[in-house]
T-cell receptor, first 112, second 113 residues
């Protein structure tokens, strides 16, 4: 069966510090991978998606970036965090179009 | 204008009191509509996918239906463990992001014993 991992589970970072969140998927190959952010009172917002190694599409202009160095690894980064980057970050995967997405446990990021 | 609107924002039921959650959407072409359940502090858990008007899916006390403009999640004789936020998402045909799911803000369901 497939499993998706995210770490860390929680993170408190000061404004201006860098960020690196990691997501890995087990039990499948060549998945589509996604990063979402969920802010209080708002729906899930798609940040990035990837259909293959090194292929990243950005949905929202921001100070975040994503990378996919391996088939089942997806990384969300920032060089300098803003207060507005606080939120619940979710990684997800699917097998293709019309397929349901499966979400990881999430990372709660608080920027102080 | 939001593409996906869920109502009500919050719903409080007594155990055994059946009800429905609504998800209305405005997309030019629907590739699929997805329902998820999310518990506090956790990632969303997949429930159903619906692809065409008239389609229905069932799982335990939950039944999802789809029309050309909206979807309903019917909850029959709910139990306290059904308490969660229920999220609806749509995947649109065409556009620049074929894989994108657009989510509603969710309905917070509380079932009291």
């Amino acid at each position: 069966s497939q499993t998706i991992h995210q770490w860390p589970a929680t993170l408190v970072q000061p404004v201006g510090s860098p960020l690196s969140l990691e997501c890995t998927v087990e039990g499948t190959s060549n998945p589509n991978l996604y990063w979402y952010r969920q802010a209080a009172g708002r729906g899930l917002q798609l940040l990035f998606y990837s259909v293959g190694i090194g292929q990243i599409s950005s949905e929202v202009p921001q100070n975040l970036s994503a990378s996919r160095p391996q088939d089942r690894q997806f990384i969300l980064s920032s060089k300098k965090l803003l207060l507005s980057d606080s939120g619940f970050y979710l990684c997800a995967w699917d097998r293709g179009l019309r397929d349901e997405q499966y979400f990881g446990p999430g990372t709660r990021l608080t920027v102080t | 204008e939001d593409q996906v609107t869920q109502s009500p924002e919050a719903l409080r039921l007594q155990e055994g009191e059946s009800s429905s959650l609504n998800c209305s959407y405005t997309v030019s072409g629907l590739r699929g509509l997805f329902w998820y359940r999310q518990d506090p502090g956790k990632g969303p858990e997949f429930l159903f996918t619906l692809y065409s008007a008239g389609e229905e899916k069932e799982k335990e006390r939950l039944k999802a239906t789809l029309t050309k403009k909206e979807s309903f999640l019917h909850i029959t004789a709910p139990k306290p463990e059904d308490s969660a936020t229920y999220l609806c998402a749509v995947q649109e045909v065409g556009g620049g992001s074929n894989y994108k799911l657009t989510f509603g803000k969710g309905t917070l369901l509380t079932v009291n014993p």
